[in-house]
Nanobody
Framework: QVQLVESGGGLVQPGGSLRLSCAAS????????MGWYRQAPGKQRELVAT????????NYADSVKGRFTISRDNAKNTVYLQMNGLKPEDTAVYYC??????????????WGQGTQVSISS
């Protein structure tokens, strides 16, 4: 089995910062891409940022460019999301995602349980 465990969510004031972490564990052979998605109440889940393991290609949603930074530690199978300049519209449940190959040779998508990020004064 594969597990993605997130941490770092919480409540902060507008303009504040948070750092999310997500560690992947289990029967993993190789992780191709890791990233973060979010889902606000009444809205569809949307991409926040992704990063590949091979060449560290990074992709950000336009709404977070310049404020959020994604990074990863391949040795630890961990991805991070540093969020600065947080706005009330960033309020959502943030989900970690990984596209990986397990030890059965099957490539698939895995999700964390989600962590709540709330921005409010």
């Amino acid at each position: 089995q594969v597990q993605l465990v997130e941490s770092g969510g919480g409540l902060v004031q507008p303009g504040g910062s948070l750092r999310l972490s997500c560690a992947a564990s289990g029967r993993i052979v190789v992780i191709n891409t890791m990233g973060w998605y979010r889902q606000a109440p009444g809205k569809q889940r949307e991409l926040v940022a992704t990063i590949t393991s091979t060449d560290s290609t990074i992709n950000y949603a336009d709404s977070v460019k310049g404020r959020f930074t994604i990074s990863r530690d391949n040795a630890k199978n961990t991805v991070y999301l540093q969020m600065n300049g947080l706005k009330p519209e960033d309020t959502a449940v943030y989900y970690c995602h990984a596209n990986l190959r397990n030890d059965w040779g099957v490539r698939g998508d895995y999700w964390g349980q989600g962590t709540q990020v709330s921005i409010s004064s």
